[in-house]
Structure formats: structure tokens, C-alpha cells
């Protein structure tokens, strides 16, 4: 029978983290880290709408990643925690559906996004006096609207592509949310010709844009290596730290959950590293660019010296 036979016919089982122990410590610790995230990337967009210092395409582009990790954790946490204190573990198909879209398209967007961000310190670096032209606002939103856009056409094409092959009696998810790798060990078909698109979408997806962070970053560093001050040469540190960071972390999550063969790894494996990359990383992005960038501290210590 075809998945989109089966769509409503009966719900899936989210196992979650919690597994078949639920704790209310583990609970708790994971609706506390939900909401330190929450709360840091809505105060970063706040701080960089607001404050008129932070009106930059640098701090722009900042905000829109925040945005993106602020929506990327209220797509899976707020479910998972329902269904704790409901007792219940069971998700739609078409909320399964819904999940894997707005997770997908949010988690390709800020790929693109990241690539975005690196030509932005890749410009401010090597050409500072050109910055202004190479970097205009209009131009600064087209690239932040093209991030949105191909994420979203990401997440279009997978979940077109996730109803496509047929799905055995077993509806149990490894993971407290809807991931395709998971859902690809639900087929009872064989998914190789469904896994060789994903790889190639994912090739498109990540890969692209890690070849033009590379590049951007080469330049960078080859740029600040000529620089005979010392203080240039630390600033364009702190300015590049931050993101090269981010981008690590993003990359090492995405690489072994989508660029490696399901078979290659386990339930257990895939519950630890999208438990890290879908809450661990939302509250540690905000956290790494509020302590390394000067002019967010510098915002921030100004707000608390008004309090």
C-alpha cells in the first residue's frame, strides 16, 4: 500500500528521547534548554531590530539565522513536550508531514544563510572600502529572501518525495520528531533509489554552499595574513570566530545525519545527534555570537545598565 494511501489511516509513534523511561529530570532539562533557546534568539532579533548600531547588513543577515533557529525549535520541542505530559506518543501523518517540511526548509535555509554570511565577512575583510557598494541593503535582502526561498523548495521536494514509497505495519519513529532518515527505515520497500535523490539534494544543499564558505574563508585568511596591524588582524578574528563556529557545528550534525548511509548508523546514534543539532545548537548559536561579538555584548551590557 502507498504512504499517501495510508496518510490518514493511522498516526506514527514518536519513541523520543525519553525513550521507554520517561524521566522527569531529562524533561526537564530539555524544556530548560527549549527555553533558554527561545529566549535568547528572539532577544538577538529584538537587539538588532531596535538598536539602531546594529543596523547592518552583518547584523541583518545575524538576525534572520536567529529567526530561523527560533522557528527550527518550536517545530519539534513544543510537540514532544505535549505528548510527555499528555502520555500520549503519537503524531499525524500529516503532522508528521508538516514537521519534516518546516524542519527541512528551515535547516537548508540556514545553510544557504551561512554561505551568505561568509561572503559578508568575506567583502568586509578583503575589499572594506568597496563594502558599501558589494553589500547594499537590496542586495543583502535578495540574498536573505534566496536563503528562505531554496529551503523552502528543499522542503517542498522531500515531503513530495517522503509520500512516494510504501510504509510497513511498524510506525514507530526512533526520534521525538519526524526525520526522513527515520521514516526511511518504516519502508518495506527498498528506499535506494528514494536515498540516491536525497543524497544528490543534499550534495545541492550543503555542499554548495560549504564549497563557498571555503572559498570565502580562504580569501579571508590569506587577507588577513598580509595585514601588518595586529588589531585589524584581531578584529577580523572575533569577527570570523563566531561563524566559523556556527558553520562547524551545523556541518558536523548535517554530514552524519544526511550525507551518511541510514545503514551506516542507529537509532541510538540519530536520538543523540538530532537531539543536539535541533536544541543544543539553537540555544548555542545566539549564546556564541553574543559572547564573541563585541557590539551584541556592548548592547547587551547597555541594557542591563539601564535596568
Not at 69 to 84: E, G
Amino acid at each position: 500500500m502507498e504512504w499517501v494511501n495510508q496518510t490518514f489511516s493511522s498516526d506514527f509513534t514518536l519513541m523520543g528521547i525519553f525513550s521507554h523511561t520517561p524521566h522527569i529530570f531529562l524533561f526537564s532539562l530539555v524544556l530548560g534548554l527549549f527555553t533558554v533557546a527561545l529566549l535568547a534568539n528572539a532577544v538577538m532579533v529584538l537587539l538588532i531590530y531596535l538598536d539602531t548600531r546594529l543596523h547592518t547588513p552583518m547584523y541583518f543577515l545575524l538576525s534572520q539565522l536567529s529567526l530561523m533557529d527560533l522557528m527550527l525549535i518550536c517545530t519539534t520541542v513544543p510537540k514532544m513536550a505535549s505528548n510527555y505530559l499528555s502520555g500520549r506518543k503519537s503524531i499525524s501523518v500529516a503532522g508528521c508531514e508538516a514537521q519534516i517540511f518546516f524542519y527541512v526548509s528551515l535547516f537548508g535555509a540556514e545553510g544557504f544563510l551561512f554561505a551568505i554570511m561568509a561572503y559578508d565577512h568575506y567583502v568586509a575583510i578583503c575589499y572594506p572600502l568597496q563594502y558599501p557598494n558589494l553589500v547594499k541593503w537590496k542586495v543583502c535582502g535578495l540574498m536573505a529572501a534566496s536563503s528562505w526561498i531554496l529551503g523552502v523548495s528543499d522542503g517542498i521536494v522531500d515531503v513530495v518525495a517522503t509520500l512516494s514509497f510504501s510504509c510497513c505495519s511498524s510506525r514507530e519513529i526512533s526520534l521525538f520528531f519526524c526525520d526522513i532518515p527515520a521514516l526511511l527505515r518504516l519502508s518495506c520497500t527498498d528506499t535506494s533509489t528514494f536515498e540516491t535523490p536525497i543524497f544528490s539534494c543534499c550534495v545541492l544543499m550543503l555542499v554548495f554552499p560549504l564549497s563557498l564558505i571555503i572559498i570565502s574563508y580562504t580569501h579571508v585568511i590569506i587577507t588577513v595574513g598580509r595585514m601588518s596591524s595586529g588589531e585589524g588582524r584581531h578584529k577580523a578574528f572575533t569577527t570570523c570566530t563566531s561563524h566559523l563556529i556556527v558553520v562547524g557545528i551545523y556541518y558536523g550534525a548535517a554530514t552524519f545525519m544526511y550525507m551518511w548511509p541510514t545503514s551506516k548508523h542507529s537509532p541510538t546514534q540519530d536520538r543523540m545527534v538530532s537531539t543536539f543539532y535541533t536544541i543544543l545548537t539553537p540555544m548555542l548559536n545566539p549564546l556564541i555570537y553574543s559572547l564573541w561579538n563585541k557590539d551584541v555584548a556592548k548592547v547587551l551590557r547597555k541594557g542591563k545598565s539601564r535596568e
